[in-house]
């Protein structure tokens, strides 16, 4: 063993320092690997980050519309009319840089939300019942709408305003 030790300190003692290229090489492939999952994870970090911001815009509008409703109804519940089915369309609402456009509808019955059959992550408004409008109750949903992704419905808010006698 001892003999073994003497020849190897004796073959590499005059040795230059470095790395071989077969080091070089192993490290150059663990390193490209890692980058490449990295890079990975990074683009869809961007991705879901592109995508809450729009979710973020549109509850943004989303409320902007409620509040602008909210307002004309507290004057006079006869100020905004019931819509029933077809609902009121309010277009180039912006917020965050992102456009949308926004579905309001006015119901004076509760109306039927559900999930829509041709886009199971998409909710629908199928009824919305106009029956008295001299009721002192107003259902509203609005659907916003990004125009850049095929009309894709965002964001889907349902409320009520009751407006109390004096």
């Known amino acids: 063993m001892n003999n073994l030790l003497k020849h190897w300190l004796i073959k590499y003692r005059n040795r230059e320092e470095g790395f071989t290229f077969l080091e070089c090489l192993v490290a150059i492939i663990i390193l490209s690997m890692a980058f490449a999952f990295n890079g990975q994870m990074v683009l869809m970090l961007k991705m879901q980050n592109l995508k809450q911001e729009i979710e973020s815009a549109a509850v943004a509008v989303g409320k902007d519309v409620l509040d602008d409703l909210r307002f004309q109804l507290g004057k006079n519940i006869n ?31 509760p109306p039927t939300v559900e999930t829509d059959t041709d886009n199971p992550n998409q909710l629908k408004v199928s009824n919305c019942p106009s029956g008295s ?24 808010v349902q409320t009520n305003f009751a407006q109390l006698q004096r």
Do not use: M, W
């Not at 409008?133 to 889907?156: G, M, P, S, W």
């Open 79 to 109: 100020n905004v009319s019931v819509t029933g089915n077809t609902p009121t369309t309010l277009t180039d609402r912006i917020s965050f840089g992102h456009t949308f456009d926004a579905d309001v509808y006015v119901c004076t019955d």
């Open 133 to 156: 409008t001299d009721a002192l109750i107003r259902y509203i949903v609005v659907q916003v709408i990004d125009k850049k992704r095929d009309n894709e419905k965002i964001y889907t």
